[in-house]
């Protein structure tokens, strides 16, 4: 049956505008998002593969070499096999930097702008051939049906046409940041079309050539030369190089990378991929030799690349129109999608980086109308390499030329992702050589033949081969020679250390580690004041809230990590807008770090930390019981019951635990990647002054928070590792909130003075006493003294007892309502004399020690750092400890002298002396060697406590004698004027 033109386009222009409704109304969200996220959309999507090469090249393919067809869907089907394993980590770096093509993942892994526009110019060389194989596939197969003579100015038309469905599709939105949800959902349904369509053909070559599978066989049977033409070519082993070619071009051919990776809805979709677009490519394999073998058993009336048309015009009826529409399907998705891959390459790598941006421009109107002049010259590129070149070859010649061009592409694509050591250098070596290789063996040769280089040619001993002979020894001549450039020239010349830290982030084994580097910048305004100039400020604006966005930061931040994440941002998305070399160089050039010399470097271990928690459950084996050791100790950090501070060598904030947070009212979240001392009033100013004080130990220093005393014990420790993974030169500080600790020494010492008090009760009784009789019977004397002179000496009398009665008032009410925690908050200069003396008055007022014999040795001279009541309570505890162990025969002397920056105070008796078993025990609470009923065990870690508050020490010796004895030193801080 014959067509007219009109109705082939027709067909063409109405499926073509199903697919955008198809589009639309995805893009609307009339379909719900569980359908356009589900694995079968991603699956059906990468049919995209299946070119009009796999509806009409494949067959011709088997007619000329037989199984060797196989290959086209072996190399697919291997590449998805392996997904987790190849594709996995190309789609979580595409992800993570916003990568659109494998030229942007060059330029990124390879920190080279020419790397990226290289990797543009050989690729868009090498698809050439493939689109033209489109265009003609279309406009030949309209020419079989229709019976018109030339097929190039259908060409024409159906390359305006698919120009303006490809902007449609695709070139609506400035960025590719954006998914193309509704594209994603036409192209699995311009899958399904095709895999149904082709199906169909096959079908009616099995039941309306044949009559069903049993008469195949039979036909089969009768012509056993078919199945041998099948097997013949296989034995030339040229089979292996076109594998690989088809393997590779599944991964690197624009239209797979952006369907694959760019346009992933769904990453898990990817397992899912992994068996089930194999699946599909399976069924289409075996539609193949079915109507190989109908169009050769019904005389089709078309070349081989066009069996599944002949099929449908022997049959009759509209069986014909299935295998347009199969090509169609192929030939339009194809187009659509790889002109949408290839302008977004040429605008990132060639038309960007030769353009600079100004001020002032409406950015994102311009890069659209970019991309879609880009698609139109595109398209136009492909129509004349069709008119030139590519109307005497057939698809599977056109088709070859691209799948080996995609060869060139391994070598930096394994140095990508597998091997670190790779450089640009050797990149641009290696695709230089390969590409040459291609270029002048096979490429001209097939498509000039009068431009062939015999010389060369014959040099590599490829003169007289052609066909599969040609393309193999091609393919691994080329392939060859460009890895080997590449691993020599990289071996040999230096990286950069920017090309280190993305082969780094790139390899597969690897995670990001940034560093923590100081930005210039130290706003979130001052970020839009820097860009403001490449972008505009309009532009600027925009970039940056919708990296606040993303990161679900405020405005207002200005935390040093969090700059540091808004860049990485930042220059993420406009990978995406502009492309990766654009947008780190722009980065570089607006939004610099200061000078290395000028700061540290070392990692940035929070956001390595939030990283592994993401790959969680990506690790296993050694790897998982590593991160499970690592999780243990930073829950036990976090949970310690001390505050613990951990700070990067610039006094940035990268830990701070839940005793912290509880501590200071003020969340992780908020201090993470802040600088020590951007903390609020008080804390920031109090725990800088501490870390950059020489004294690693602050005992217990107090702090006023909300009008509330607060006491602290804080100490520090430097961080000496080595490399930057250790953070060296950091600090950790750990805080101890000692409170409740201080009130709790503070009642006991209180009640200690009241115990005290008690028992000097009848002692002040009895001192008391005696100048309360003396007053009354000088007062008596009075009334019979009529001497002036005799009177005024009595009431100096009088005066004198009354004011001894005052002291010793004084000293009890003083003692007892001394050392609370407001009273003790300053330490003034002490006279260790004057507080021994009164020490030992005190003493003295008790029954039991009124007739103890003290001796004070200490010189007038000798001044302490310290609180005195606190001090007195040492003293007294210490003389009456004494007192208890001696008989009032036995001196208890107090000596004192300087050492260095310190006073040595010893309080030596001759006593009964300290149980040797008590030594270790001594200073702690409620260890005690008195009689039951005597002591409580408190006085001596009270001492301990105070002498450690006042920065000193104290230890013990005993016996000091034959018969016993002990001797307490004392170490306090002399005070600074009496040096």
């Not at 891959?341 to 790598?349: D, E, F, T, Y």
Request: proline content about 5%; aromatic content about 10%.
């Amino acid at each position: 049956m014959v067509y007219s033109v009109s109705e082939l386009i027709a067909i063409a222009g109405g499926y073509l505008l199903f697919l955008f409704f198809v589009a639309w109304i995805t893009e609307r969200g009339w379909l719900p998002a569980h359908w356009v996220r589900h694995p079968a959309v991603y699956v059906f999507s990468l049919g995209v593969y299946a070119s009009a090469w796999a509806v009409y090249g494949s067959v011709g393919y088997a007619y000329q070499y037989g199984y060797n067809f196989l290959s086209y869907f072996l190399g697919i089907s291997g590449v998805f096999l392996l997904a987790p394993i190849l594709l996995a980590p190309i789609l979580r770096l595409t992800a993570t930097y916003q990568l659109s093509s494998l030229a942007d993942l060059f330029a990124f892994r390879y920190r080279s702008r020419m790397a990226g526009a290289m990797t543009t110019i050989i690729m868009l060389i090498g698809v050439l051939p493939l689109l033209a194989l489109q265009l003609k596939a279309v406009a030949e197969s309209i020419q079989i049906l229709s019976g018109t003579d030339d097929p190039r100015s259908l060409a024409a038309g159906f390359c305006m046409m698919m120009v303006i469905f490809a902007i449609l599709f695709g070139a609506r939105h400035a960025t590719a940041r954006e998914k193309h949800e509704g594209l994603v959902v036409a192209i699995a349904t311009e899958s399904l079309i095709k895999l149904v369509a082709f199906g169909a053909v096959a079908l009616l070559g099995l039941y309306g050539v044949f009559d069903g599978p049993e008469s195949l066989g039979q036909w089969l049977d009768d012509h056993p030369e078919m199945l041998s033409r099948l097997y013949y070519p296989l034995q030339d082993g040229t089979w292996h190089s076109m594998i690989m070619a088809f393997f590779v071009s599944a991964v690197v051919l624009p239209h797979m990378f952006y369907m694959a990776f760019t346009e992933n809805l769904n990453p898990r979709a990817l397992i899912t991929a992994s068996w089930a677009l194999p699946l599909m490519f399976l069924v289409m394999a075996l539609c193949v030799p079915v109507i190989l073998w109908a169009a050769a058993a019904s005389n089709a009336p078309t070349s081989p690349d066009y069996y599944a048309l002949g099929i449908g015009l022997v049959t009759g009826g509209h069986g014909a129109v299935l295998g347009y529409l199969a090509g169609l399907a192929g030939a339009s998705g194809m187009l659509i999608v790889a002109t949408l891959a290839l302008s977004g390459m040429c605008l990132n790598h060639l038309v960007l980086p030769a353009s600079p941006l100004h001020q002032g421009q409406n950015l994102y109107r311009n890069l659209l109308w970019t991309r879609r002049i880009l698609i139109a010259a595109i398209l136009a590129l492909a129509y004349l390499f069709y008119r030139f070149t590519g109307a005497g070859h057939t698809l599977v010649e056109l088709g070859v030329l691209s799948f080996v061009a995609t060869l060139q592409f391994v070598p930096g694509l394994i140095g990508a992702l597998f091997w670190p050591s790779g450089n640009r250098n050797g990149l641009f070596a290696g695709l230089t050589v390969g590409f040459l290789c291609w270029l002048l063996l096979l490429l001209l040769p097939i498509t000039y033949p009068s431009w062939q280089l015999p010389q060369l040619m014959e040099l590599l001993g490829m003169r007289f081969h052609t066909g599969p002979d040609q393309w193999h020894h091609v393919a691994i001549a080329s392939v060859s020679a460009n890895a080997l450039v590449f691993a020599i020239v990289s071996i040999v010349t230096p990286m950069s250390r920017a090309e280190k830290n993305a082969a780094e982030a790139c390899a597969v084994d690897s995670l990001r580690r940034p560093y923590r580097w100081e930005l210039e910048a130290k706003s979130v305004d001052d970020f839009i004041d820097a860009l403001s100039q490449p972008l505009g400020p309009i532009t600027a604006t925009r970039e940056v809230e919708m990296a606040l966005r993303d990161l679900r930061l405020p405005r207002t931040e200005t935390r040093p990590y969090a700059l540091r994440r808004l860049r990485d941002q930042l220059e993420t998305n406009l990978s995406g807008l502009l492309g990766p070399s654009v947008s780190h160089q722009l980065m570089d050039d607006h939004l610099p770090y200061l000078p290395e010399e000028e700061q540290s470097s070392s990692e940035d271990i929070q956001f390595i930390e939030s990283r592994l928690e993401q790959y969680r459950d990506r690790l296993s084996g050694l790897a998982a019981e590593l991160d499970g050791l690592r999780r243990f100790h930073r829950q036990t950090l976090l949970e310690l019951p001390m505050g613990v501070i951990s700070l990067g060598a610039d006094d940035e904030i990268i830990g701070w635990n839940q005793a912290m947070e509880a501590l200071t009212n003020i969340s992780a979240a908020d201090t993470i990647g802040s600088r020590l001392s951007d903390l609020v009033d008080p804390w920031g100013e109090f725990f800088t002054r501490f870390s950059r004080d020489d004294n690693p130990h602050q005992p217990q220093l107090s702090l006023e928070v909300q009008g509330q005393t607060r006491w602290l014990s804080l100490h520090k420790s430097s961080v000496m590792g080595i490399g930057t993974a250790e953070q060296a030169g950091g600090q950790v500080l750990v805080i101890e909130d000692i409170t409740e600790l201080r009130h709790m020494e503070a009642h006991l010492a209180h009640n200690e003075r009241l115990a005290s008090i008690g028992r000097l009760a009848a002692g002040v009784a009895h001192e008391i006493g005696n100048p309360v009789t003396a007053i009354a019977c000088l007062a008596q004397n009075l009334d019979s003294e009529s001497d002036a002179e005799e009177q005024l000496e009595t009431s100096q009398q009088i005066l004198e007892q009354t004011r001894r009665i005052t002291r010793i008032v004084e000293s009890l009410v003083t003692f007892s309502h001394s050392g609370g925690i407001k009273q003790s908050a300053h330490h003034v200069p002490v006279n260790v004399r004057d507080t021994v003396d009164e020490a030992i008055s005190l003493l003295l007022l008790d029954p039991d020690h009124r007739l103890q014999q003290f001796e004070n040795h200490c010189a007038n001279d000798g001044w302490a750092h310290g609180d005195p009541q606190r001090l007195l309570q040492v003293f007294i505890n210490l003389l009456g400890n004494a007192a208890d162990a001696c008989t009032a025969e036995q001196a208890i002397r107090i000596y004192c002298e300087e050492t260095e920056a310190y006073l040595e105070v010893r309080v030596e008796d001759q006593g009964h002396g300290i149980p040797e078993g008590m030594h270790d025990t001594l200073f702690e609470p409620f260890a005690t060697s008195k009689a039951p009923g005597r002591g409580t065990g408190l006085g001596l870690a009270l001492v301990y406590s105070i002498i450690e508050e006042h920065f000193g020490s104290i230890s013990v010796e005993s016996p000091i004698c034959d018969a016993g004895g002990t001797r307490f030193i004392i170490r306090l801080p002399i005070h600074a004027a009496s040096l």
